[in-house]
């Protein structure tokens, strides 16, 4: 009787124990500070669905029980408003009032580029998510802002290495006869890009007829266009935010503008849906632009076992939550860099160095090695080392050139991952091509 | 480059007539209530989501969605007169501006819950114009005589009617037209429902020429200001002169150096007839 007491007694204790420890774990929580433009110009340009990214890869994580199975992500939002004064505001408060180890986001290169050195002054981790000038790592040895992302230089450097590998579709042999014109908004995005653009189009010894920055502000682009028409460039490679895009398209076709090829760099030329409702889908359609490939265009057979299906769920999910099942880029960047830094860099934080602390974070990420594939953004991480000259830089990313025809994309370059022909020079049905 | 520039005086003389509509609202309710509406521009953002609305869900024709948003333009505007500016009257000026300066926020964070930070526009395949090596803008073509003819109308309106007699009395001596038997508040009302619905023709104008989001008006209050100050507050001659000499400033600097060059040789433009001539070209010394 007493020995049957005792069994009672124990397994009544086990069953308490069992059940206060989990409530214990499921106490643990981790605070993630997310900061994107949810309101304002960047907004619609990707900010928003940079956000609905990443948290499509918050609830992701948390269904399967948390960090490591051990701390729930509990993210603590703010509107940077698509303006650098309140987004400095808003990144202070989360890494002072709010004290979270970690901000991740930012849509602008205009916002990430201050926003770096005050991570590195507060210690606090920047998770770099969208914004891509080179400015915000280049030569600044930061040791605690990091970036999964690719570069601007890699956005210029794509399109121009994609021209040149096709000179035969031009009708010509030699990359000097091909003219290019580089336009660009005068912010740190479009000159990281439209720096690539022209230190590329040296090297190959193409021919650069024109090139003016502008700022996405404008109401009129005109006079670009009357520059544009008179250079008579087969090239134009253009970098842009939404409604400057939209502007040049419009404005372009009423004044006659012809060219063999139109290229973007991402933010306004990477939502094809969206400046197709905006401004009609004849005035893009043919255009090519540059950025990671969205989730939905990944072959999901080339990835790691198991990052397919986080792909189909993050989808899945993505269409559930925001009825969307053609998701734009960025919200696949949200997504992938989101779940790099949940999935792996905490992990490993918390196996090798036993807790969530930034310096611990740090640490981890310089450690992470993946290879390609080996994430659900296709390509793989190492981040450069504090000595590097873009600490902190993931070297193993690289976006994709796509081509939007008859609304379809396709992934034109690199040839590895291509799936379509790039179709050059541009058709006597776009409202570009010379007839 | 003789024919760059000369297509950029071309579309200097256009962006003319555009910005001269854009400024005469504000002109006119500067002129007659002797308020700075500084959401002007935000009122345009407005009447442009309203013309999208009707247009796209709606499934209202186009045109006939225009002159429902011109309409709703004209409401608003009386709704303005009735819950901002009545009360504020009699106010300094200070609180006047800072009222006024708060609706910016209100009708953005309005335009924000209501229609979300999407760009949305009216994909319209405009015709092209072309004289042998020389295209016109035909969406600034329509604007420009769009304005022309609005303006001209407007003139007639306030030059041969008995209504535009009182809104002018009104404008240029208050006590003088009580003493008539002009009732002001009525003329009040009348102002901005006007300024309301040239707001409201403004971005019927500028459907084909731009996508909108909640932060468009912004660029264009401050376009309309630099016009309005620089031709002389309140003087709507003045203010269309000054619209033909910005835009084709600005439109021709442009092509000879940037745009970015263009908007500072307009702002320069500005601070001198400041300093020279500080009521503007055609204002007078108050």
Redesign the interface.
């Known amino acids: 009787m007493m020995k049957k007491c005792l069994v009672t007694v124990i397994a009544l204790g086990l069953c308490v124990g069992s059940v206060f420890g989990t409530a214990l774990a499921q106490d643990k929580e981790f605070k993630l500070g997310v900061l994107f433009s949810m309101t304002g110009a960047f907004a619609p340009a990707g900010g928003l669905a940079g956000y609905q990214g990443t948290m499509v890869a918050v609830d992701m994580i948390n269904a399967r029980g948390g960090i490591a199975g051990q701390y729930k992500v509990v993210p603590v939002i703010a509107d940077a408003q698509s303006n650098p004064d309140t987004s400095i505001r808003e990144g202070q408060r989360l890494m002072t009032v709010e004290n979270v180890p970690v901000v991740l986001g930012v849509f602008s290169s205009a916002i990430a580029v201050p926003l770096a050195p005050m991570a590195e002054q507060y210690k606090k981790i920047f998770w770099v998510i969208i914004a891509i000038s080179d400015k915000v790592v280049q030569d600044r040895h930061l040791n605690y802002t990091f970036r999964v992302q690719p570069t601007g230089s890699q956005w210029g450097q794509s399109t121009v290495t994609m021209f040149n590998e096709n000179l035969e579709k031009f009708g010509i042999k030699s990359a000097s006869e091909v003219r290019v014109a580089v336009i660009y908004e005068d912010g740190p995005y479009g000159s990281s890009v439209a720096a690539a653009n022209k230190e590329k189009v040296k090297e190959f010894g193409m021919n650069l007829v024109m090139e003016e920055a502008y700022s996405h502000k404008t109401n009129d682009l005109s006079s670009l266009i009357f520059k544009l028409k008179s250079a008579k460039p087969d090239v134009i490679l253009h970098t842009g935010y939404f409604p400057d895009v939209v502007l040049f398209f419009r404005q372009a076709r009423e004044l006659g503008l012809k060219t063999k090829a139109i290229a973007g760099h991402g933010a306004g030329h990477a939502n094809m849906p969206k400046l197709a409702e905006a401004a009609g889908g004849e005035l893009m359609n043919y255009c090519f632009n540059v950025d990671p490939a969205p989730a939905q265009l990944l072959d999901r057979s080339k990835l790691a076992p198991g990052n397919g299906d986080v792909v189909g769920e993050f989808l899945k999910r993505y269409e559930e939550k925001f009825k969307d099942n053609n998701p734009p880029t960025h919200a696949t960047q949200g997504f992938g860099h989101t779940w790099i830094l949940l999935n792996d860099v905490l992990p490993l934080a918390l196996e090798k160095y036993g807790d969530l602390s930034p310096d611990s974070i740090r640490k981890a990420a310089l450690d992470i090695e993946i290879p390609d594939g080996g994430t659900p953004c296709g390509y793989g991480v190492k981040f450069a080392p504090p000595e590097h000259a873009l600490s902190g830089q993931n070297l193993r990313s690289y976006p994709v050139v796509a081509q939007s025809v008859g609304g379809k994309l396709s992934i034109a370059w690199p040839g590895a991952l291509q799936t379509a022909q790039p179709v050059i020079p541009l058709p006597a049905d776009s409202p570009y091509g010379i007839k | 480059?003789f024919?760059?520039i000369l297509?950029?005086l071309i579309?200097g003389i256009l962006?003319g007539g555009v910005l001269a509509l854009l400024a005469f609202g504000l002109n006119l309710i500067f002129g007659v209530v002797k308020i700075i509406h500084m959401a002007y521009g935000q009122f345009v953002m407005l009447g442009f989501y309203f013309i999208y609305t009707f247009h796209t869900s709606w499934h209202i024709p186009l045109l006939l969605a225009m002159a429902l948003g011109i309409a709703a333009m004209g409401l608003i505007g009386i709704l303005t007169q009735l819950l901002v500016i009545n009360p504020l009257l009699n106010a300094p000026r200070l609180n006047q501006l800072l009222a006024l300066a708060s609706l910016i926020i209100v009708v953005e964070n309005l335009a924000?819950v209501i229609w979300g930070?999407?760009?949305?526009?009216i994909?319209?395949?405009?015709p092209?114009i072309?004289f042998g090596e020389i295209?016109i803008?035909?969406?600034f073509l329509i604007a420009f005589i769009g304005a022309i003819v609005t303006l001209w109308f407007l003139y007639l309106f306030l030059n041969r009617t008995y209504l535009g007699l009182g809104i002018r009395a009104v404008a240029q001596d208050l006590e003088m037209a009580k003493g008539m038997g002009i009732n002001p508040k009525v003329i009040y009302y009348i102002t901005l429902m006007t300024g309301g619905a040239l707001s409201g023709l403004v971005a019927a104008f500028f459907v084909?020429?731009?996508?909108v989001?909640?932060?468009?008006g912004a660029?264009?209050t401050l376009?309309a200001f630099v016009i309005v100050v620089f031709g002389g507050m309140g003087n709507l001659m003045g203010g269309f002169i000054s619209a033909f000499i910005i835009g084709i400033v600005?439109?021709v600097t442009?092509?000879l150096s940037?745009?970015?060059v263009?908007?500072i040789v307009a702002l320069l433009m500005f601070i001198g007839m400041m300093m020279v001539r500080p009521e503007g070209l055609l204002g007078t010394e108050s």
């Open positions: 480059m024919e760059q297509m950029a579309n962006l924000q930070a999407d760009y949305r526009g994909p319209l395949s405009m092209i072309q295209f803008r035909s969406s084909p020429i731009y996508t989001h909640p932060h468009f660029s264009f376009m600005t439109s442009a092509v940037s745009k970015e263009a908007d």
